[in-house]
């Protein structure tokens, strides 16, 4: 009887073992896939960050016009697109506090990640640095997410929803002469 | 037959512990191959990006419209610099494994190799589209050319792995001196 209990304390230890290295090597596997989701969003959000940056500095910049002091240039409280705001969306500051959604194709499947974009004043000093006063440099981020279609990839025991966030500092150059 | 039993039990026991752990060691060693591999390749990856990311952000003249016979070229201003210098994106067929063909994309600046891909693209894509990101077919619209399209595959050179079988990255860039900015 002795003996029994003691094969049976062998085993489950021996199984506790077993499934605790499963449960590692799970773990491994579902950090090299949130990895490969996370490389994936960084050409997402480079490519939000190329296509916002295109456009022109400021309402006040297109055309080649030249502002000559900061007062010339959009308020931070007149960022952004809709109701009251500049339209079309043909400079920097339209995207602020804009979603799109992207796409990429993963093995024939499609993936889709949410992708918001603010815009902000940067610091002249510390351009990743984003403050409300007026200047010569304009600080873009994008945040990039995948989403879950089916509410089924990302819970607490599955993948981490992780976030990809880019930024980019754009200058006025040649157009803000103060 | 006391013993016999006792001594079969043993047995069978000794045998379910050695077996588990032989499952256990090799699941252990299959998940160390794939995660080296795979942050190896991630590595060489980022910094092939990187090399995309300098060079495609400051393009000013476009001179294939996508890969033609291998080669893709462009003229750039890379970083900071004020000239700017032609880049040749060479696509160079290094090995095969399993039916799948590996390149290395080479860089060429000025004519000289400059750097380039780690040797494991499987796929490999770059077109020049215009400004509503429609692909250009004909060298004579290459003037019409506002945006790149940057896409490929890699897989690790040494092992097929199962987790992430493949390293993709795709991206689309507006270089400033082709852009709208630059016009309204």
């Known amino acids: 009887m002795g003996q029994t209990l003691y094969a049976i304390i062998a085993m489950m230890i021996v199984s506790l073992f077993a499934l605790h290295q499963q449960r590692h090597a799970i773990r491994t596997q579902m950090d090299m896939i949130d990895n490969e989701i996370n490389t994936i969003a960084s050409g997402v959000a480079v490519e939000r960050l190329e296509e916002v940056s295109a456009f022109a500095f400021d309402q006040k910049t297109k055309g080649g016009r030249i502002v000559e002091s900061p007062s010339g240039l959009t308020a931070r409280e007149d960022f952004g697109s809709g109701e009251g705001k500049d339209m079309p969306n043909d400079d920097l500051d339209d995207f602020d506090n804009t979603d799109v959604e992207m796409q990429r194709e993963v093995g024939g499947q499609p993936l889709v990640f949410e992708v918001h974009t603010t815009v902000d004043y940067a610091d002249p000093v510390d351009t990743d640095q984003p403050r409300v006063e007026r200047g010569k440099y304009k600080l873009i981020t994008v945040t990039v997410a995948p989403k879950d279609l089916d509410n089924t990839l990302y819970n607490a025991e599955g993948l981490k929803k992780n976030t990809y966030t880019l930024a980019q500092s754009v200058s006025c150059k040649s157009a803000c002469q103060w | ?184």
């Not at chain 2, 039990?9 to 379910?16: D, F, K, R, V, Y």
């Not at chain 2, 860089?107 to 499987?122: K, L, N, P, Y």
């Open chain 2, 1 to 184: 037959m006391h013993i016999i039993w006792e001594n079969l039990l043993a047995a069978i026991l000794m045998m379910s512990i050695a077996l588990t752990l032989v499952v256990v060691n090799a699941r252990n060693q299959e998940t160390l191959t794939e995660t080296t591999a795979y942050y190896t390749l991630k590595t060489q990856g980022t910094a092939f990006t990187e090399i995309l990311k300098r060079d495609l952000q400051g393009v000013e003249e476009v001179f294939t419209y996508a890969e033609l016979d291998g080669v893709f070229q462009f003229r750039a201003r890379i970083g900071q610099e004020n000239t700017s210098r032609q880049i040749e994106y060479r696509r160079n067929q290094v090995t095969q494994r399993d039916g799948i063909t590996f390149y290395e994309i080479q860089r060429f600046v000025d004519g000289e190799r400059r750097g380039g891909s780690m040797s494991a693209i499987t796929e490999w894509e770059i077109q020049a589209l215009n400004e509503e990101g429609q692909p250009i077919n004909d060298q004579s619209k290459l003037g019409d050319c506002n945006q790149i399209l940057v896409r490929f595959e890699a897989a690790s050179p040494f092992v097929e792995t199962e987790t992430v079988d493949r390293m993709r990255w795709e991206s689309r860039f507006f270089p400033p001196l082709r852009s709208r900015s630059t016009v309204l």
